[in-house]
C-alpha cells in the first residue's frame, strides 16, 4: 500500500509521517521514501527521525543516491521495494500517487486534505483489506462479475456488496493462470482443479519435492 504526503514547507508532514510510523511499527513493515532535491539529511533532520520512528527503511531520492537505484524514478523506487505499507514524502506532481495534502497548495491525485492520524491509518488498513483480497482474485480483469475489474471487485468484496464465488474463475484451493503465446487463457474452476491434482500428482514423484507453494512451468514448442 502506498501513500504520499505533499504540502509546503514546515506544514507539518514530516511530524504525520513520523506519528503514523510509530503508530504502525511492529504490525506492518514500513518504508519511507522522501524527496530529497536539495542534499541529503543528517541525525535530527528528517530521514533520520522516520527511521528513530521505526521505519525498516528510509529510502532519499534525489541528486544524490543513497540507496543505489539504477534510476531516480519514483516508479522505479517503488517497485524495488517490497513493504506492507510505503509512505512517500513530496512528489505532489505524481498523478499515480494517493496523496494526503497539507496546506492550500494543489497538488494530484489527493485522497485527504488537513487529516488526522487516526482517519489516515483507518485509511491505510482499509486499503491493505483491499489488497489482501485482490490477491485471492485472479486478476484477469475480464468482467464477467459485473465490475469493471478485479480491484473493483475486491472493494465489493469489502463493503460486503458482493462474493468470491462470484468470480467464475476465483479458486479457493489454487490460483492457476495460463498464457499461451502471450495472450491469457482463462480456466474455470473445474480446469483449474485438474491442472493442479496432475501437475503435484506429477511433481510429488519427483525427489526433492515438498509441499510446493508456487509452480511456475514454461513450454517452449519448437
Known amino acids: 500500500m502506498i501513500l504520499g504526503f505533499c504540502g509546503p514547507s514546515n506544514s507539518g508532514k514530516t511530524k504525520l509521517i513520523e506519528e503514523i510510523v510509530q503508530k ?3 504490525k506492518h513493515k514500513i518504508a519511507v521514501v522522501k524527496h530529497t532535491p536539495h542534499g541529503i539529511d543528517l541525525q535530527g533532520k528528517d530521514s533520520w527521525r522516520f527511521k528513530n520512528a521505526g521505519a525498516d527503511e528510509v529510502v532519499l531520492v534525489g541528486n544524490e543516491i543513497v540507496r543505489v537505484q539504477n534510476t531516480q524514478s519514483l516508479f522505479s523506487v517503488l517497485k524495488s521495494l517490497d513493504y506492507d505499507v510505503i509512505l512517500v514524502e513530496g512528489f505532489k506532481k505524481e498523478k499515480f500517487l494517493p496523496k494526503v495534502c497539507l496546506g492550500k497548495e494543489e497538488c494530484e491525485n489527493c485522497v485527504f486534505r488537513e487529516t488526522g492520524v487516526r482517519e489516515i491509518i483507518g485509511y491505510i488498513e482499509e486499503q491493505l483489506a483491499i489488497e489482501r483480497i485482490l490477491k485471492k482474485l485472479p486478476n484477469f480483469n475480464c468482467g464477467e462479475c459485473g465490475h469493471r475489474n478485479c480491484e473493483e471487485m475486491a472493494r465489493a468484496i469489502y463493503r460486503g ?15 492457476i493462470s495460463v498464457k499461451v503465446n502471450g495472450k491469457d487463457i482463462y480456466m474455470g474452476r473445474f480446469a483449474q482443479d485438474v491442472a493442479m491434482n496432475t501437475i503435484l500428482g506429477l511433481l510429488s514423484s519427483f525427489k526433492g519435492v515438498k509441499e510446493p507453494k508456487e ?4 513450454i517452449r514448442i519448437e
Open 24 to 26: 504502525m511499527k511492529g
Open 161 to 175: 456488496e458482493d462474493e468470491f464465488e462470484n468470480c467464475r474463475y476465483w479458486n479457493p484451493n489454487a490460483m
Open 215 to 218: 509452480v511456475e512451468i514454461k
